[in-house]
């Protein structure tokens, strides 16, 4: 068995590489380095991979229709599990001349790796990285992926939904095996620099103002990265398409949050209340009763521990 991680130098994708490795398995990882987020800090997550024989880089854009490059580190007989976590993230960036980078990383890319994968014939399953953003604004909660009608309020959340759905349909129509996990607000260890809990806690740490936009009643399904991860190896079995939402029971009022996130930083906040942003939704919380049934997985981190270990920078 080998794997392929798209999206390896990335926060998720490096722990998910790094956990393979650990077993035992073989990884190539694709990356095409986007200037999102500092280049350096991406090359930094996997420095130490690079001269591991169990990891292979490929810098490649996903988008390019010629995936022939795969080719190379596969051979012909090994199965194959794809873990495509490769995607622009981001609500906010994602509205005008933005959408098109995200329609070109988020959808052609995810269309171009699943005709891929349909060719080459001995994959065992397409595992995608969906996102809570497809679900929008919601107000009866929990999320549940058969009952919560899917309506994205941000050009990400767009994106993300139809790739999701293009996996979906190669299921339905070529019987290529698959499982969609929809994430739920990640953190730990690692986490992208534009994301708040990595933002609130640079801010904590110089003695700036945190800044919150709206008045922090809205509430998030925090889910840490380790649990992400266990949950991605224990979807490998579930092959028939499904779609579950990945969330880590840590649902909370932003304040609340920012309160535990003072408390393993051992420092008090500043904050500083700013306008609401488009496609900012006000409340994410997700039924885990499918992943649960389907593979046994529960969310095992407390918030507290899985900040403290976030500050302190390893899992």
Not at 165 to 182: A, D, E, I, Q
Not at 210 to 216: A, M, N, Q
Request: charged share 25%; hydrophobic share 40%; proline share 4%.
């Amino acid at each position: 068995m080998k794997y392929i991680v798209t999206g390896a130098a990335g926060f998720i994708g490096n722990h998910l590489a790094r956990q393979l490795i650990s077993e035992g398995t073989e990884v190539v990882a694709v990356d095409c380095f986007r200037d999102y987020y500092s280049l350096e800090l991406k090359k930094a997550n996997i420095a130490d991979l690079i001269t591991n024989t169990s990891f292979k880089l490929f810098e490649k854009d996903l988008s390019d229709s010629n995936m022939d490059w795969i080719d190379i580190a596969v051979d012909p007989s090994e199965e194959i599990t794809v873990y495509h976590l490769a995607a622009q993230a981001g609500v906010r960036k994602s509205w005008g001349s933005e959408f098109l980078q995200y329609a070109t990383d988020n959808i052609m890319a995810t269309q171009n790796l699943l005709e891929w994968s349909l060719k080459r014939g001995n994959v065992r399953n397409f595992i995608f990285a969906s996102s809570s953003s497809i679900y929008g604004r919601v107000t009866d909660l929990p999320m549940v992926e058969d009952l919560t009608i899917p309506m994205p309020d941000s050009p990400y959340g767009v994106t993300k939904l139809a790739a999701e759905n293009l996996v979906r349909l190669y299921t339905r129509n070529h019987g290529l095996p698959s499982v969609s996990l929809r994430f739920f607000t990640v953190y730990g260890p690692g986490q992208r620099p534009d994301m708040a809990f990595n933002i609130f806690a640079r801010a904590i740490r110089e003695g700036k103002p945190l800044r919150i936009f709206g008045d922090g009643s809205q509430t998030r399904d925090f889910t840490y990265v380790g649990d992400v991860v266990r949950g991605l190896r224990l979807s490998e079995g579930s092959t028939e398409g499904k779609v579950m939402n990945l969330g880590g029971g840590n649902t909370l009022p932003l304040l609340e949050a920012i309160g535990i996130l003072e408390e393993a930083a051992g420092k008090k906040a500043k904050l500083e209340f700013l306008p609401v942003q488009p496609g900012d939704v006000q409340d994410t919380f997700a039924s885990t009763e499918l992943l649960l049934k389907t593979t046994g997985w529960k969310p095992s981190t407390p918030l507290l521990e899985g900040l403290r270990c976030q500050l302190r920078g390893r899992a």
